[in-house]
């Protein structure tokens, strides 16, 4: 089993890069492919990155994901921030050893 | 486009039982694992459950094995849920999100607006 630890709240102003971290608490980040989750409030995730890096259809190129092995990490990178990117994100990934969904904490992104 | 519809939440006693429904529309259900992911009052997202596109393999976290149970019924293009022994901590928002195609390993990628489950007395 593994956990999934994302920062509890960034912040940071309009225009600017944001990067929340999902670090991945034993075996390789690299392992299974990792996702992450926009949820504005009072709405259902939507997904912005899938399989590490990979943006569906309708998400604006701001949005990018990326994986370290060297800190055994996977990151979610918003450029250019927007208000409308204020929301909760979450990374998922899938634990091969009990087969499970594993979804970070999130992380409450205010753009101030 | 892809659409998936939840009913059957509601407010349920202690050790009850409730069964919830998802229906889905816009793609080829049969083809794709199907999920249901909770999400508690102020909480983040939980797993809760999986089944895979035939409905042949189920997986359930540690929280909810032996008490939920998750089913498909493909000539209908619905997925189930049904739960019991219900406890106050089962309290929350439950989703249904659409997984892999053939592939039960990927992520969900499409969720439904989920529906409120309320345990208590």
């Known amino acids: 089993n593994f956990m999934l630890t994302q920062p509890h709240s960034v912040s940071e102003s309009p225009g600017k890069t944001v990067t929340i971290s999902c670090t991945r608490s034993s075996g390789s980040i690299a392992s299974n492919y990792v996702q992450w989750y926009q949820q504005r409030p009072g709405s259902s995730p939507t997904t912005v990155i899938y399989e590490d890096n990979q943006r569906p259809s309708g998400v604006p190129d701001r949005f990018s994901g990326s994986i370290d092995s060297s800190s055994n990490s996977a990151s979610l990178t918003i450029s250019g921030l927007k208000t409308e990117d204020e929301a909760d994100y979450y990374c998922q990934s899938y634990d091969s050893s009990n087969h499970s969904w594993v979804f970070g904490g999130g992380t409450k992104l205010t753009v101030l | ?121």
């Open chain 2, 1 to 121: 486009d892809v659409q998936l519809v939840e009913s059957g939440g509601g407010l349920v006693q202690p050790g009850g039982s409730l069964r919830l429904s998802c229906a889905a529309s816009g793609f080829t259900f049969s083809n794709y694992a199907m999920h249901w992911v909770r999400q508690a009052p102020g909480k983040g997202l939980e797993y809760v459950s999986a089944i895979s596109s035939n409905g042949g393999s189920t997986y359930y976290a540690n929280s909810v094995k032996g008490r939920f149970t998750i089913s498909r019924d493909n000539s209908k293009n619905t997925l189930y849920l049904q739960m019991g022994s219900l406890r106050a901590e089962d309290t929350a928002v439950y989703y249904c999100a659409r997984g892999g195609e053939d592939d039960i390993l990927t992520g969900p990628d499409y969720w439904g607006q989920g529906i409120l489950v309320t345990v208590s007395s």
